[in-house]
């Protein structure tokens, strides 16, 4: 009897252990999946503003909303959200299961974020719908190889922005590097998501451009964090 009751209670021990790690881990879940539609809520109103005053003149409203999307970068990064595009340069160098995890998790807050904002907008500012509907339709008028290249070097660019903030606590990479990937064409995925929403375009069509344009984003992140690893340690070789 004693033993069976020893035993009942090392049973109840474990299940209490075992709960407080399930709630844990879910808590931890949480957090960064809220993460992840913080940072999509800031890219929404980034491309908001954009939409905005490129919608009041194609070039001088283009340049100033360029310049206003890289505010939505500067507070991601200062308060450490988590965006995609922002994080996906640094995880081959810090792999493992639980950052995976969290990149993937905050790509889905970036997602349910980016598009719940875009549709709300689109119906609550009916100005952003009418600029964003011709800047996704042209978007799927590309080849895929433009659009892949193109979110390549918005990868490169965002990589730069996020790293130069990291090791030289430095905004001027923000301020020069966002408005130079959306002057110069480039794609990025998660603010294309937004777009998208915001345009009320959902297709299988839409759907394959931002897989295509999240592979390049990612592809471009890790090509100067991947050349320079293999530079060094070619050189420590030698």
């Known amino acids: 009897m004693y033993a069976t009751i020893k035993f009942s209670s090392l049973d109840i021990f474990n299940d209490i252990v075992y709960n407080e790690r399930t709630f844990s881990l879910r808590r931890t879940h949480m957090k960064k999946l809220t993460s992840g539609v913080s940072a999509g809520t800031l890219i929404a109103i980034g491309g908001s503003v954009y939409l905005s005053l ?133 794609e990025h995925s998660i603010a294309n998501m937004f777009y998208f929403a915001a345009a009320r375009i959902a297709s299988w069509q839409s759907f394959g451009y931002i897989m295509l344009v999240i592979l390049g984003n990612s592809l471009g992140s890790m090509f100067l964090p991947f050349i320079n690893f293999t530079s060094k340690t070619g050189t420590q070789s030698q």
């Open 54 to 186: 490129a919608d009041l003149d194609p070039v001088i409203g283009k340049i100033f909303g360029a310049i206003m999307f890289s505010v939505a970068l500067l507070c991601i990064c200062f308060k450490g959200f988590s965006l995609y595009t922002g994080r996906i340069g640094f995880l081959p160098w810090n792999f493992s299961k639980e950052s995976l995890s969290d990149l993937l998790l905050g790509l889905l807050g970036n997602v349910l974020s980016t598009a719940a904002f875009g549709l709300a907008l689109s119906y609550a500012v009916p100005a952003l719908y009418a600029a964003a509907v011709p800047i996704c339709e042209a978007k799927l008028t590309q080849p895929w190889w433009s659009a892949l290249f193109r979110a390549f070097m918005c990868g490169v660019l965002m990589y730069l922005a996020v790293s130069v903030y990291k090791q030289n606590k430095s905004t001027l990479g923000i301020f020069f590097c966002i408005p130079v990937f959306i002057l110069s064409g480039f």
